[in-house]
C-alpha cells in the first residue's frame, strides 16, 4: 500500500508539497506512516492570505463570538477523537498520553472559550486598567486598551504533543482576533493533520483563519513584520537561530519561546521516608519520568533530596520503575509506550552518556536494551550525583526522554541554589508540609521558575500534577525556558494584541470601547430598563431614580434589624471624634439597599437575577437628613447563550449636592 501524503492547507486550499519530501516511519515498528513536505508551497501568499482575508474576517467578530468558535472547534475534535488515538498510537503514545495531548487539547479550547465569555467583552476592545484622570473637569481622560494585531501568528510546535501544542496557541490567538500559520514537528505531523483537518471539515472556521504547513518554512521568516508574532515551541538551539534571524530583529516581530527546561522538583527538609510526602515524591518523578516515555517539557529532570534520605530515595524510586509496563501503547496493560523515533532514543542515549562521563551514574535502567525490539523503546532510566555542585551536566543538559537524576542537597539555601542552577525553567515542584520551606523556597526561588507547584498530605489529592501545563495558568518559564510564556487564561490572549494608551475625552472613549466610561453622555431614557429585554438596551441607557431622604431612625433601625453597630452610625461623639466623619452616618450597606430600594422594577421581566457587585467604592459619606438619588447606566451587555446574556450597569448615588456618595458595577442576568 502507497505510505499516504500529508497536505498542507494554504490559502484555502490542501496543496501537497511537490519536492523536500521526507518519509515518517512508525514508533512501534518503524514501518512508515506518511510522507510530509512542503516544497513547493508559497509561503508568502500564505501570510498575505492571512493578513487580508483571515485578521478582516476574524476581527469583524466579537470575542464572544470568537470563543463561541472555540468551543464550537472543541466540540468537532472530541466527536472526532478516536480517529486521533488511532493514529496517534504510531508515535508511541499510550491511551493515557493521548488523553493528555487530544482531550487535553479540546479541553484547551474549552476553557479559553469560556474564559473568553465571562472575562472579556462582546466587542472588538479589550480595556486595559482603569481610566486615567488627566485633566481637572474630566473632559480629557486617558485609557490603555488592547486590539487585535494584524498580521499572523506563525506557531511552530514541537513533536511531543500534536494536538495539545497545537491548540493551545491556536485558542489563544483565535480568540484574540489573529489569523494563523501551524507548523507542526515533522515527527508527529500526520496526527496534527488530522487534527487539523478534523476543524476544516466542521465548515466552521472563517477562510483565511488557519493555514498548515507540513514540512519545512522555506523563506516564510523573510515576510515576517511586526504585526506578526512567531510562537515557538522546541529546542533551546532551534530557537536561538529563529528569534536571531535579521528579520525578525529588523521588523522588531513579537516571539515567543517555550524551549528546552531542566525542571526540578524538591523533597521538603521535613519529607523523611515514611511521610506521606516522600511517597508522594517517589510517585511523581516515576509518573514524570514514564507519562509519554518522559517526553515532557515539563517532565522531572532533576530531583532533590536532603542528603541523608538519598539511599531510601533510590531505593524506592528503583522499586517503583522496576514496575513499569513498557510495550505497545496499544495495549491496555502498557504504562509506558515507545520514544517518537529511533533518531530521538538516539538523542536520549547520547545525554545519558553526557551526564555519566560528567559523574552522574546509572542506579536504575539500562540504556542499551531494548525492552521491546522492533520500534523506538527505552527503559526509564534513573542517574544519581552525589556531588551536584562538581557536577554540572545534570543542569545542563536536557535528555528528552524517561530518564532523571537524583541528587542530594545540605539545607534549604543549598536547594534553592541547586534549583536556579538550571537557569530559568517552567516548572518546579516540592513535596514538603512545611509551610515555612514553602514559603522561603518561593521566595528563594520564584524569578527562576514559570510556574510552581507545592504538595503535600492535605492536597495530593486534588492536585493537578508537576507535569501539566493549565489554560488558566502561565505556562512558560524565564531564561533556558525561553522566556516566554502562554496560556494563562487572557493573558495568553493579549499577546497577539497591541496595546494602546488613548488620550481623548470620555465620550470619544465609550464610543471607541463600546463601553459607558463614566463621564460620557448618558441616554435618560422613560421606560424603566429593567423591562427592556437586552436587545432593547443601549450602551449608555440611563435611568435617574426619585430622590429619598435618610433620616437617624432609618439608620437605628439598619443597625438593629442587621447587628451591625458600628461606632460611625451609632455613636455621634466618637464618629465626631474620627478624622473622617463629622458625625454619625449611614452604613454603606444601608446606601446600596436603599440604592436597589429605589432602581429596581419589581416584577418578573427581562432581568432575571443579580449576581453581583464590583468595583464598589464609598466616595461622600452620607449623613442623617441628606437625601440620595441614582442613576443606573448600561455600562456592557454580554449575550451567554440563547436564553441567558450579562448586563453590566454602572451605578451611580448622587446626595442632594449631587456629590457621589457611592460608584459600583451591578452585574445582572438577563433575558437576551
Ligand atoms: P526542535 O528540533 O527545536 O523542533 C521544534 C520545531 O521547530 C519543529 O516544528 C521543527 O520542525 C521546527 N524547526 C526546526 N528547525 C527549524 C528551522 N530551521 N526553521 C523553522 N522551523 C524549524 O525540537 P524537537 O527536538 O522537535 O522538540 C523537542 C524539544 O522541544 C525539547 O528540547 C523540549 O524540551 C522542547 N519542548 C518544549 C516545550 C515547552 O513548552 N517549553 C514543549 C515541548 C517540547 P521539524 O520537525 O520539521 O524539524
Known amino acids: 500500500m502507497k505510505t499516504p501524503q500529508l497536505l498542507n492547507y494554504a490559502q484555502d486550499h490542501w ?32 501570510l498575505r492570505h492571512g493578513r487580508e482575508v483571515g485578521g478582516p474576517a476574524l476581527r469583524k467578530m466579537t470575542f464572544h ?3 463561541r468558535l472555540l468551543k464550537a472547534l472543541g466540540l ?18 499510550t491511551r493515557k498520553d493521548g488523553w493528555i495531548d487530544i482531550e487535553g487539547g479540546a479541553g484547551t479550547l474549552f476553557s479559553f472559550s469560556s474564559k473568553g465569555r465571562r472575562e472579556l467583552p462582546d466587542a472588538h476592545v479589550l480595556l486595559d486598567g482603569a481610566l486615567e484622570p488627566l485633566s481637572k473637569s474630566g473632559t480629557f481622560v486617558g485609557q490603555h486598551i488592547y486590539t487585535s494585531l494584524q498580521g499572523v501568528a506563525l506557531h511552530i510546535n514541537a513533536f511531543n504533543f500534536p494536538v495539545w501544542g497545537m491548540l493551545e496557541k491556536l485558542a489563544p490567538a483565535l480568540l484574540a482576533g489573529m489569523p494563523a500559520i501551524v507548523k507542526p514537528a515533522s515527527a508527529t505531523a500526520y496526527v496534527a493533520e488530522a487534527a487539523f483537518r478534523v476543524m476544516i471539515e466542521s465548515g466552521l472556521v472563517p477562510p483565511g483563519a488557519i493555514q498548515l504547513i507540513v514540512g519545512g518554512i522555506g ?5 515576517l513584520t511586526s504585526q506578526d508574532v512567531v510562537g515557538f515551541t522546541g529546542s533551546a538551539n532551534t530557537a536561538l537561530k529563529l528569534r536571531s534571524h535579521p528579520n525578525v530583529l529588523r521588523e522588531s516581530v513579537k516571539f515567543v519561546a517555550e524551549q528546552d527546561s531542566l525542571n526540578a522538583s524538591v523533597l521538603g527538609p521535613d519529607a523523611a521516608p515514611e511521610t506521606p510526602e516522600f511517597d508522594l515524591f517517589v510517585r511523581e518523578i516515576a509518573i514524570e519520568m514514564t507519562v509519554k516515555a518522559g517526553q515532557k517539557c515539563t517532565a522531572i529532570r532533576r530531583a532533590l533530596a536532603p542528603a541523608e534520605h538519598m539511599d531510601a530515595l533510590e531505593g524506592a524510586l528503583r522499586e517503583r520503575l522496576a514496575k513499569t509496563k513498557i510495550g505497545d501503547p496499544r495495549d491496555a496493560d502498557t504504562r509506558m509506550g515507545a520514544l517518537v523515533s529511533t533518531a530521538q532514543r538516539d538523542d536520549v542515549r ?30 526509564p532510566v534513573l542517574l544519581r550525583a552525589d556531588d551536584p555542585w562538581a557536577c554540572a551536566a545534570p543542569h545542563d543538559v536536557e535528555p528528552f526522554g524517561p530518564v532523571s537524576t537524583i541528587m542530594p542537597y545540605k539545607d534549604i539555601e543549598d536547594a534553592i541554589a541547586l534549583a536556579n542552577r538550571g537557569r530559568g525553567s517552567l516548572v518546579l515542584s516540592m513535596f514538603t508540609h512545611s509551610t515555612d520551606a514553602a514559603r522561603d523556597f518561593v521566595l528563594g526561588a520564584g524569578s527562576f521558575h514559570g510556574r510552581m507547584l507545592i504538595v503535600d498530605r492535605d492536597n495530593h489529592k486534588e492536585s493537578t500534577g508537576h507535569g501539566s501545563p493549565l489554560p488558566v495558568l502561565v505556562h512558560g518559564g524565564p531564561g533556558r525556558a525561553g522566556g516566554g510564556e502562554e496560556m494563562g487564561g487572557v493573558r495568553g490572549v493579549k499577546h497577539y494584541m497591541q496595546r494602546t494608551a488613548i488620550q481623548s475625552s470620555p465620550t470619544m472613549i465609550a464610543a471607541i470601547s463600546s463601553q ?3 463621564g460620557a453622555p448618558k441616554h435618560v431614557i422613560d421606560v424603566h430598563p429593567f423591562r427592556r429585554t437586552m436587545s432593547e438596551l443601549h450602551i449608555g441607557d440611563t435611568w435617574k431614580t426619585e430622590s429619598r431622604s435618610v433620616s437617624i431612625e432609618d439608620i437605628e433601625h439598619f443597625a438593629h434589624f442587621t447587628g451591625d453597630r458600628f461606632y460611625a452610625h451609632m455613636d ?13 452616618v449611614a ?3 444601608l446606601v446600596l439597599s436603599f440604592a436597589a430600594g429605589l432602581f429596581v422594577d419589581p416584577d418578573p421581566g427581562p432581568v432575571l437575577a443579580n449576581t453581583g457587585l464590583e468595583n464598589l467604592r464609598f466616595l461622600t459619606p452620607l449623613y442623617p437628613g441628606d437625601s440620595m438619588r441614582v442613576e443606573l447606566s448600561v455600562r456592557a451587555k454580554s449575550i451567554k447563550s440563547q436564553d441567558t446574556g450579562q448586563v453590566r450597569w454602572a451605578v451611580e448615588v448622587f446626595n442632594q449636592n449631587d456629590e457621589m456618595v457611592a460608584t459600583y458595577d451591578l452585574l445582572t442576568e438577563n433575558v437576551p
Do not use: C, W
Not at 572 to 580: D, F, N, T
Open 15 to 46: 496543496l501537497p508539497g511537490d519536492s523536500e519530501l521526507s518519509e515518517i516511519a512508525s514508533a512501534i515498528d518503524g514501518a512508515p506512516v506518511a510522507v510530509t513536505g512542503s516544497g513547493g508551497i508559497d509561503f508568502a501568499a500564505m
Open 572 to 584: 455621634e461623639e466618637a464618629a465626631k471624634a474620627s478624622p473622617i466623619f463629622e458625625g454619625r
Open 350 to 379: 547520547e545525554k545519558i552518556a553526557v551526564l555519566e562521563a560528567a559523574g552522574a551514574r546509572i542506579v536504575a535502567g539500562d540504556p542499551a536494551a531494548e525492552p521491546v525490539k522492533g520500534g523506538a523503546f527505552l527503559s
Open 587 to 589: 452604613h454603606g450597606y
Open 76 to 93: 468537532a475534535i472530541m466527536a472526532r477523537k478516536e480517529e486521533l488515538y488511532e493514529l496517534n498510537y504510531q508515535t508511541g503514545a
Open 65 to 67: 463570538e470568537r470563543a
Open 516 to 518: 459607558y466610561i463614566p
Open 219 to 223: 523563506d516564510l521568516f523573510e515576510y
